[in-house]
């Protein structure tokens, strides 16, 4: 059973970069034809898709955060990771990561809810 | 961006009775790259339906999509009390970005 957990700070300045860590268990982030995906969520609203890094390490992000976003993989952490620079309140949300293939996502963290206010 | 709308946006019910819930995209979206997913209060989406119409793994024979094109739905007969949720459409085509609809609450009555 493959699982997913979110990591980082809760809380972000204005203007600083928001980390955040998946690890994965249950299976290997750099086999099979899986995408591995951040989404976030603002209180009462719908989801919001980030982007996702294949595999083989390619990208897409949404156009929206694309000057702002790094998603990298580090495999022999199984772990992939989330960056988004110079954050705004408008960046709080719940953050998850999930697992994708094509084009849904069959497994997901539990969240993680980062909040940007100093 | 393809823009999907959902509606209702709250669908009021009761035990025991059918949900029909629809989602409408703002450009064709190939069937195979339409989901569904169910959401509880502090829990992460749970994928309910791919492709449009296959059933994920685990989920009750209660739950069924179709559609095509650009007006889908999700079927819930015989509601159970744990079905009373938020559920959300999502597309992703040949190109970024993924989007999710705004969702539709499903009440009970």
């Known amino acids: 059973q493959v699982q997913l957990q979110e990591s980082g700070p809760g809380l972000v300045k204005p203007s600083q970069t928001l980390s955040l860590t998946c690890t994965v268990s249950?299976?290997?982030?750099?086999?099979?034809?899986?995408?591995w995906n951040w989404i976030r969520q603002p209180a009462g609203k719908g989801p919001e898709w980030i982007g996702r890094?294949?595999?083989?390490?390619?990208?897409n992000y949404h156009p929206s955060l694309k000057s702002r976003v790094t998603i990298a993989l580090h495999t022999s952490k199984n772990q992939f990771s989330l960056n988004l620079r110079s954050v705004t309140a408008a960046d709080t949300s719940v953050y998850y990561c999930?697992?994708?293939?094509?084009?849904?996502?069959?497994?997901w963290g539990q969240g993680t809810l980062v909040t940007v206010s100093s | 961006e393809i823009v999907l709308t959902q509606s209702p946006d709250t669908l009021s019910l009761s035990p025991g009775e059918g949900a029909t819930l629809s989602c409408r995209a703002s450009q064709t979206v190939s069937n195979i790259h339409l989901a569904w997913y169910q959401q509880k209060p502090g829990q992460a989406p749970r994928l309910l339906i791919y492709g449009a119409s296959r059933r994920a793994t685990g989920i009750p024979d209660r739950f069924s999509g179709s559609g095509s094109g650009t007006d889908f739905t999700l079927t819930i007969s015989r509601l159970e009390p744990e079905d009373f949720a938020v559920y959300y459409c999502?597309?992703?085509?040949?190109?970024?970005?993924?989007?999710f609809g705004q969702g539709t609450r499903l009440d009970i009555k």
């Open positions: 999502q597309q992703y085509g040949s190109s970024p970005p993924s989007t």
């Open positions: 999930a697992r994708g293939i094509g084009s849904y996502n069959d497994y």
């Open positions: 890094i294949y595999t083989d390490g390619s990208t």
């Open positions: 249950g299976g290997s982030i750099s086999s099979g034809n899986y995408y």
